[in-house]
């Protein structure tokens, strides 16, 4: 059974960092598709970055260039560097594992981003 478990958010103020990681058990990241994904109140749920099996990655226009999704293939572990944090960052942050169209999620990292 596949089990992802996200850590590392918080609070923050605006301009600092954090770092979120995503830890599966039961398969691995090395050849699937990992997204990172956030919802804040009232909004619908976005993909914030995601990494394929080849290593290609693609990420949300405002978070280029402050936020890095990366994978420890040894640590069967994902992870999402997000620098210059701002207000609008402010969500609850999920990783979904794609296994042949099937999605797993985890359960979610509260980010909170302070003014």
């Known amino acids: 059974q596949v089990q992802l478990v996200e850590s590392g958010g918080g609070l923050v103020q605006a301009g600092g960092s954090l770092r979120l990681s995503c830890a599966a058990s039961?398969?691995?990241?090395?050849?699937?598709?990992v997204g990172w994904y956030r919802q804040a109140p009232g909004k619908q749920r976005e993909l914030v970055a995601g990494i394929n099996s080849r290593g290609s990655t693609n990420y949300l226009d405002s978070v280029k260039g402050r936020f890095t999704i990366s994978r420890d293939t040894a640590k069967n572990t994902v992870y999402l560097q997000m620098n210059s944090l701002k207000p609008e960052d402010t969500a609850v942050y999920y990783c979904?594992?794609?296994?042949?169209?099937?999605?797993?999620w985890g359960h979610g990292t509260q980010v909170t981003v302070s003014s």
């Open positions: 039961g398969s691995t990241f090395s050849r699937n598709a």
């Open positions: 979904k594992l794609t296994i042949s169209w099937t999605d797993y």
